[in-house]
C-alpha cells in the first residue's frame, strides 16, 4: 500500500514539477493578443479547425503553443510576437483571405505550402506585413492574377523569397507587383497558367538569384527584357513556355549565372556570341526550340569553361553536324553533351575526342552516317553513349569504354556491327533469353526518362548548391 501510493505521489510530484517548469516561462510571457486573434480569424476563414490550434475556435489559449506557430520575444513588447508560421501540408482548405493574416506585423516566414488552400490571390495584401521575408504559397489551388501595386504607396517590402509555383494564377498584367520587391531574391512561380510576357518589372529585381517561370504560358519575344540590371542572377528557368524569337544577348551580363533553361519553347536564331562571357555556366538547356547555327553554337559555347551539361536536342533543323572545321577544344568540364535529333548527315566528328572530361553523349535520332570513329575509344570517363538511330555504318569501336555500352546504345543503325553488338541492337551471337532480357531492360533505362532522369537529377542538384546554399548561408 505504502509502496504504491508514494509510487503515486512521485509520478504526481514529477508531472507537476515537469509542467511547472514547461510552463514556467510561458505562463510569464504569452502571445500577444492581437497575433493570437489574428491567427484565430485565419483559422475560422478557412472554415476547418486547425489540428493543434487549442482555443483558436473560440479566440483563447496560448498561440505560441500552437502547431507550426514560432515567436519570438522582442525588448518593444510585453508579449511574445509570432514571427514564424509553418503550416505546410496540413491539409489547409479552403479560402486565403489576406487580410486576417496583415495583423502579424512581427511574421517574417509564412509557409503554406502543400495544402488545398483555394480563392484568389492577391499579393499586396500580404505584403502589408511589414517584417515579411519569406512567403511560400506553393502547391495549393490559389488562383488570380500575380499583379497588383504595393500596399501602401511608396512602401517597400522586405520579401526575399517568393514563391508560388503550382497553383492556378493566371495574369501578369496590370500594375506589377515587382517594382514594390527590391530585395527579392528567389522567386518561383513554376506550373502555374501565367501568359502574357516576362514582365519587364522583374528587372527592377536587382538582387534576383534564382527566376523560375518554367511551364507557363508565357510568350513574346524576350528581347525587350533588360537582363543586365540582374548581375547576380545565379539560375534562369524559363523551359516549357512558348517565347519566341532570338536568345537574348543581353543574358551574357549575368556573369554569376550557372543555370539556364529554354527548353521547350519556340525560340530561333543563333547563340549570341557574347554568351562567351559566362564563365560560370554549368547547365545550359535550349533543347527543342528551333536554335540555328550549330557551329557558332559550339564555337560560343566552348569558352564557358564550367560547361558541365550541354543540351541542344531538336534544333538546327537540317544542319550538319560540325566537321573537322570546328574545333571541339574548349569544354573542359562537359560531362553530358546532347544534340539528338535534327542535325543532319556527316560523320561524327573524331574531334569529339578532345572532350576528354565527357561521361555522357547522346547524338541519338540524327541521320549520322559513317562509322564512328575509333578516337572516341580514348574518352576514358565515357560511361552512357547513345548513337541509337541514325546511318552509321563499319565498326563498333572494340576498346576503352565501348564493351560496356549497351546494345540499344547501337540500335536502328542496320549498318552497324561489332564485336558484341549489331546494328540492330541485339547481342551478337543469339544470346539467351535471360541476356535479352537484360538488354530490353538495358535499353529501357537508356532512353529518354534515363536522359529526363539524369537531367532532372543534375538540376536538383544544381538547384541545391546554386541557389539554396548561398541563399541559406547569405541568411544565417
Ligand atoms: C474555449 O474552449 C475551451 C475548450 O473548448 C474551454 O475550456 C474554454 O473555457 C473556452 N473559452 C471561452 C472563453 O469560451
Ligand atoms: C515550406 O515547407 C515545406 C515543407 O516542409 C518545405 O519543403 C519548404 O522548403 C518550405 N519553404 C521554405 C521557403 O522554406
Ligand atoms: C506543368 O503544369 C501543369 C499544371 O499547370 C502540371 O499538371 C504539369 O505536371 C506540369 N509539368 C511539369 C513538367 O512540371
Ligand atoms: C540595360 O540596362 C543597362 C544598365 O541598367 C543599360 O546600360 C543598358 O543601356 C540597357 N540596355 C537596353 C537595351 O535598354
Ligand atoms: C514560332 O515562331 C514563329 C516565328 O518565329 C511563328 O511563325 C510560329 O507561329 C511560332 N509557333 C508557335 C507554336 O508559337
Ligand atoms: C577528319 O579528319 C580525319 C583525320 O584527322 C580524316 O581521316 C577524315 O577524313 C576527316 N573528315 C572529314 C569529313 O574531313
Ligand atoms: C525529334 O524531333 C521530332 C520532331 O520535332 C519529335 O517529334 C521527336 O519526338 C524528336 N525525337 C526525340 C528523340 O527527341
Ligand atoms: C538487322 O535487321 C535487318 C532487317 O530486320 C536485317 O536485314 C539485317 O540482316 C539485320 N542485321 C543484322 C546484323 O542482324
Same mark, same amino acid.
Given at each position: 500500500?505504502?509502496?504504491?501510493?508514494?509510487?503515486?505521489?512521485?509520478?504526481?510530484?514529477?508531472?507537476?514539477?515537469?509542467?511547472?517548469?514547461?510552463?514556467?516561462?510561458?505562463?510569464?510571457?504569452?502571445?500577444?493578443?492581437?497575433?493570437?486573434?489574428?491567427?484565430?480569424?485565419?483559422?475560422?476563414?478557412?472554415?476547418?479547425?486547425?489540428?493543434?490550434?487549442?482555443?483558436?475556435?473560440?479566440?483563447?489559449?496560448?498561440?505560441?503553443?500552437?502547431?507550426?506557430?514560432?515567436?519570438?520575444?522582442?525588448?518593444?513588447?510585453?508579449?511574445?510576437?509570432?514571427?514564424?508560421?509553418?503550416?505546410?501540408?496540413?491539409?489547409?482548405?479552403?479560402?486565403?483571405?489576406?487580410?486576417?493574416?496583415?495583423?502579424?506585423?512581427?511574421?517574417?516566414?509564412?509557409?503554406?505550402?502543400?495544402?488545398?488552400?483555394?480563392?484568389?490571390?492577391?499579393?499586396?495584401?500580404?505584403?502589408?506585413?511589414?517584417?515579411?521575408?519569406?512567403?511560400?504559397?506553393?502547391? %495549393? @489551388? =490559389?488562383? $488570380?492574377? &500575380? !499583379?497588383?501595386?504595393?500596399?501602401?504607396?511608396?512602401?517597400?517590402? *522586405?520579401?526575399? #523569397? /517568393? +514563391?508560388?509555383?503550382?497553383?492556378?494564377?493566371?495574369?501578369?498584367?496590370?500594375?506589377?507587383?515587382?517594382?514594390?520587391?527590391?530585395?527579392?531574391?528567389?522567386?518561383?512561380?513554376?506550373?502555374?497558367?501565367?501568359?502574357?510576357?516576362?514582365?519587364?518589372?522583374?528587372?527592377?529585381?536587382?538582387?534576383?538569384?534564382?527566376?523560375?517561370?518554367?511551364? %507557363? @504560358? =508565357?510568350? $513574346?519575344? &524576350? !528581347?525587350?527584357?533588360?537582363?543586365?540590371?540582374?548581375?547576380?542572377? *545565379?539560375?534562369? #528557368? /524559363? +523551359?516549357?513556355?512558348?517565347?519566341?524569337?532570338?536568345?537574348?544577348?543581353?543574358?551574357?551580363?549575368?556573369?554569376?549565372?550557372?543555370?539556364?533553361?529554354?527548353?521547350?519553347?519556340?525560340?530561333?536564331?543563333?547563340?549570341?556570341?557574347?554568351?562567351?562571357?559566362?564563365?560560370?555556366?554549368?547547365?545550359?538547356?535550349?533543347?527543342?526550340?528551333?536554335?540555328?547555327?550549330?557551329?557558332?553554337? &559550339?564555337?560560343?559555347?566552348?569558352?564557358?569553361?564550367?560547361?558541365?551539361?550541354?543540351?541542344?536536342?531538336?534544333?538546327?533543323?537540317?544542319?550538319?553536324?560540325?566537321?573537322?572545321?570546328?574545333?571541339?577544344?574548349?569544354?573542359?568540364?562537359?560531362?553530358?553533351?546532347?544534340?539528338?535529333?535534327?542535325?543532319?548527315?556527316?560523320?561524327?566528328?573524331?574531334?569529339?575526342?578532345?572532350?576528354?572530361?565527357?561521361?555522357?553523349?547522346?547524338?541519338?535520332?540524327?541521320?549520322?552516317?559513317?562509322?564512328?570513329?575509333?578516337?572516341?575509344?580514348?574518352?576514358?570517363?565515357?560511361?552512357?553513349?547513345?548513337?541509337?538511330?541514325?546511318?552509321?555504318?563499319?565498326?563498333?569501336?572494340?576498346?576503352?569504354?565501348?564493351?560496356?555500352?549497351?546494345?540499344?546504345?547501337?540500335?536502328?543503325?542496320?549498318?552497324?556491327?561489332?564485336?558484341?553488338?549489331?546494328?540492330?541492337?541485339?547481342?551478337?551471337?543469339?544470346?539467351?533469353?535471360?541476356?535479352?532480357?537484360?538488354?530490353?531492360?538495358?535499353?529501357?533505362?537508356?532512353?529518354?526518362?534515363?536522359?529526363?532522369?539524369?537531367?532532372?537529377?543534375?538540376?536538383?542538384?544544381?538547384?541545391?548548391?546554386?541557389?539554396?546554399?548561398?541563399?541559406?548561408?547569405?541568411?544565417?
Amino acid at each position: 500500500m505504502f509502496r504504491i501510493s508514494s509510487e503515486r505521489s512521485l509520478v504526481a510530484f514529477s508531472i507537476i514539477f515537469s509542467s511547472l517548469v514547461c510552463q514556467l516561462p510561458h505562463g510569464v510571457w504569452s502571445c500577444a493578443p492581437a497575433d493570437r486573434i489574428a491567427l484565430s480569424r485565419f483559422s475560422s476563414s478557412l472554415g476547418m479547425e486547425i489540428d493543434g490550434w487549442p482555443g483558436a475556435a473560440n479566440y483563447s489559449g496560448d498561440c505560441c503553443r500552437w502547431l507550426g506557430v514560432r515567436c519570438r520575444r522582442f525588448r518593444a513588447y510585453h508579449d511574445l510576437r509570432v514571427v514564424n508560421l509553418d503550416l505546410a501540408g496540413l491539409g489547409l482548405t479552403g479560402p486565403l483571405l489576406p487580410s486576417t493574416l496583415a495583423h502579424l506585423d512581427e511574421l517574417r516566414v509564412l509557409n503554406l505550402s502543400r495544402n488545398s488552400i483555394h480563392g484568389a490571390f492577391f499579393l499586396p495584401e500580404l505584403l502589408r506585413m511589414p517584417r515579411l521575408r519569406v512567403l511560400d504559397l506553393s502547391q %495549393n @489551388s =490559389l488562383t $488570380g492574377e &500575380l !499583379t497588383g501595386a504595393a500596399a501602401a504607396p511608396g512602401s517597400t517590402s *522586405r520579401l526575399v #523569397h /517568393l +514563391d508560388v509555383s503550382f497553383n492556378m494564377l493566371t495574369g501578369l498584367r496590370g500594375p506589377s507587383v515587382f517594382l514594390g520587391l527590391p530585395r527579392l531574391r528567389k522567386f518561383s512561380a513554376e506550373s502555374n497558367q501565367l501568359s502574357g510576357l516576362l514582365p519587364r518589372s522583374l528587372s527592377s529585381c536587382s538582387e534576383l538569384t534564382y527566376l523560375n517561370v518554367a511551364n %507557363n @504560358s =508565357l510568350h $513574346g519575344t &524576350l !528581347t525587350g527584357f533588360n537582363f543586365s540590371r540582374l548581375a547576380r542572377l *545565379r539560375a534562369i #528557368h /524559363l +523551359d516549357w513556355n512558348q517565347l519566341s524569337g532570338p536568345l537574348p544577348a543581353s543574358l551574357s551580363h549575368c556573369r554569376e549565372i550557372r543555370v539556364v533553361n529554354f527548353r521547350r519553347n519556340n525560340l530561333s536564331g543563333p547563340v549570341p556570341p557574347a554568351f562567351r562571357r559566362l564563365q560560370a555556366l554549368s547547365f545550359f538547356d535550349i533543347g527543342v526550340n528551333s536554335i540555328t547555327g550549330i557551329d557558332q553554337a &559550339l564555337r560560343t559555347l566552348q569558352h564557358c569553361r564550367a560547361l558541365a551539361v550541354l543540351i541542344l536536342t531538336t534544333n538546327f533543323h537540317g544542319e550538319e553536324m560540325p566537321g573537322n572545321t570546328t574545333t571541339m577544344r574548349g569544354f573542359p568540364s562537359l560531362r553530358l553533351l546532347g544534340i539528338a535529333n535534327r542535325s543532319t548527315a556527316p560523320p561524327i566528328p573524331a574531334t569529339l575526342a578532345a572532350l576528354t572530361a565527357l561521361q555522357k553523349l547522346d547524338l541519338s535520332c540524327n541521320e549520322l552516317a559513317g562509322e564512328i570513329p575509333g578516337s572516341l575509344a580514348a574518352l576514358t570517363f565515357l560511361s552512357c553513349f547513345d548513337v541509337s538511330h541514325n546511318r552509321l555504318y563499319g565498326l563498333v569501336p572494340a576498346g576503352g569504354q565501348f564493351s560496356t555500352f549497351p546494345c540499344s546504345s547501337f540500335a536502328g543503325n542496320p549498318g552497324l556491327h561489332g564485336q558484341y553488338c549489331d546494328g540492330n541492337g541485339s547481342v551478337v551471337g543469339g544470346a539467351p533469353e535471360y541476356d535479352r532480357a537484360l538488354v530490353t531492360v538495358g535499353s529501357e533505362m537508356f532512353r529518354l526518362p534515363f536522359w529526363l532522369g539524369m537531367i532532372t537529377g543534375v538540376c536538383a542538384t544544381m538547384i541545391i548548391y546554386v541557389v539554396v546554399v548561398p541563399y541559406y548561408s547569405d541568411n544565417d
